[in-house]
DNA sequence: TAAAAATTCAAACAATTGTTTGAATTTATC
DNA sequence: GATAAATTCAAACAATTGTTTGAATTTTTA
C-alpha cells in the first residue's frame, strides 16, 4: 500500500483517539472528525477500521526496526556500551510516541488482531536476538555474567518503561513533583527512568560502570 | 450493594470474557450466554454493564487489600524478609488472578471510568505506604540505601510481572520449554518471577541475602 | 481542453449495541 | 396457603456501529 501525507494524517489522528479511548471505543466517526475528512474515507483509504489499526502498527514498527538496525550495526561500541544505547533508545521512542505504546499495551492483551500479533512478534524476536548478540557477546569477555535470562531481563524494561506511562502522573504527585512544567516533569523521568533501567540491568548481567 | 452467589459467577463470567476480548468488545449478550442467565439479569443485578466492571474491581480489589494487611500486621519479619514476603504475594496473586490483571492493564491506559481509576489509586497509595514503610525502616538499620525511588521501584515489580502475563507465550517459545506441561511451565515462571523481581530489588535496595 | 481517473461527500444500509418493559414464574413472608 | 416480594424471561427499544452507495467534485492524463 502506498502511504500518502493523507494516510498519515488519519493515522496519527487514530493513534491518539485509539490511545485515550481504546481501539474499541473509538468510531470511525470519531477518527475522520479529527483528521477533518468525510466518514468514507477511512474504508476508502484503508478499506477497514481493523486495516486501520495495522496500517499504524506497520507504520510504526517499520520505523522502530530502521532504529534498531542502526544500533546493531555499529561496531566500535562495546557490549555494555551497546546494552545502554539500547535502553535509552528504547525509552525515547516510547517517550516520543506515548500514544503507541498505550495501544500496544492493549493489543497485547486482547491478542486479537493477527496481522497486529505476527508484528509484535516480529519486533520481539529482533530485539531478543540483538541483545541475545551483545550478551554473548559480553560474556565472551568475560565482562557479564554466564545464565542471563534474556526474555525476563526485556520483560523488565519494557514492563517498567510502559508500566510507568500509566503511572507517571502517580509516580509524579508521590514525588511531589507537581509545580514544575509538563516538559521538565517528562524530561527528568526519561532521566531517571534510564538511570534506573540501566542500574537494574547491570545488577542482572554482573558487570560494573 | 449485597452480593450473592449470583452476583460471582456474573461477574466471575465478565472477568474472563473482559480480559480475553477487551471490555468494549465484550457485549452484555456474552456475558449473559456465559453466565448462563438471561440477559436482562445483567441490568437487574448491577445497574448496567459499567457498574459491573466497577463491582469486579470493587470485588478484585477488595481481598487483594485485606491480603497486603495481612502482610504489614506480621511484625517479626525483617525489612528484607517484608519485602521478599511483598514481592511473593505480588506474584502469586498475578498468578491466581490473571484475568483480572490483563483487564487492570487495559483500563489503566484508557484512564476512563472514574471508579475503577479512583479504586486503582488507592490501592497503589496502600502499597507505596506500604514499602515506604519497609524501605525505611531498613534505611534506619542501615541495610538498605538512602534515596531509594520507590514508585519507580514498585512500577519495575509491577511492569515486569504484568508484562509476563502478554509475553508468556513467547518466553516459552524463546526458552524451549514448549514440551513442558502448562501448569508446569506456570509454576517455573512463577519461581523465575520471583527471583528475578528479588535480585532488582537486592540491587535498588542494597542488600544482600 | 476534453476525457478519465481519483477523491469527496451526504445519505442510507443492515447489524449490533446496552437497556427497558411487562408479563410470567419462583421464592419468601406471614 | 394466600399475599407479597423477588426473580426470570422473551420481546422490543432507540441509539450507534462500520461500511457502502452513487452522485458530485477535483485532479490527472493525454
Same sequence: chains 1, 2.
Avoid: W
Amino acid at each position: 500500500m502506498v502511504i500518502t501525507e493523507k494516510h498519515i494524517q488519519i493515522i496519527s489522528k487514530a493513534e491518539e483517539l485509539f490511545a485515550t479511548k481504546g481501539y474499541e471505543a473509538t468510531t470511525v466517526r470519531d477518527i475522520a472528525d479529527a483528521a477533518g475528512v468525510n466518514l468514507a474515507m477511512i474504508s476508502y483509504y484503508f478499506g477497514s477500521k481493523e486495516k486501520l489499526l495495522e496500517a499504524l502498527f506497520q507504520e510504526r514498527m517499520n520505523t522502530t526496526k530502521h532504529r534498531i538496525e542502526t544500533i546493531v550495526k555499529t561496531e566500535t561500541l562495546s557490549p555494555f556500551q551497546k546494552i545502554e544505547i539500547i535502553v535509552d533508545e528504547y525509552i525515547n521512542r516510547v517517550a516520543e510516541k506515548q500514544a503507541f505504546y498505550k495501544i500496544m499495551l492493549c493489543e497485547q492483551v486482547i491478542n486479537k488482531n493477527t496481522v497486529v500479533m505476527k508484528l509484535l512478534k516480529d519486533l520481539k524476536l529482533v530485539y531478543a536476538a540483538l541483545i541475545s548478540g551483545v550478551i554473548e557477546e559480553g560474556q565472551r569477555t568475560r565482562v557479564f555474567k554466564k545464565d542471563i535470562d534474556v526474555v525476563m531481563m526485556l520483560t523488565t524494561m519494557t514492563g517498567t518503561v510502559t508500566n510507568m506511562l500509566v503511572n507517571k502522573e502517580y509516580y509524579r504527585e508521590f514525588n511531589n513533583q507537581k509545580k514544575i512544567s509538563n516538559t521538565l516533569f517528562e524530561e527528568q523521568l526519561q532521566v531517571n527512568l534510564k538511570k534506573h533501567v540501566k542500574q537494574i540491568f547491570k545488577a542482572l548481567l554482573g558487570y560494573e560502570s
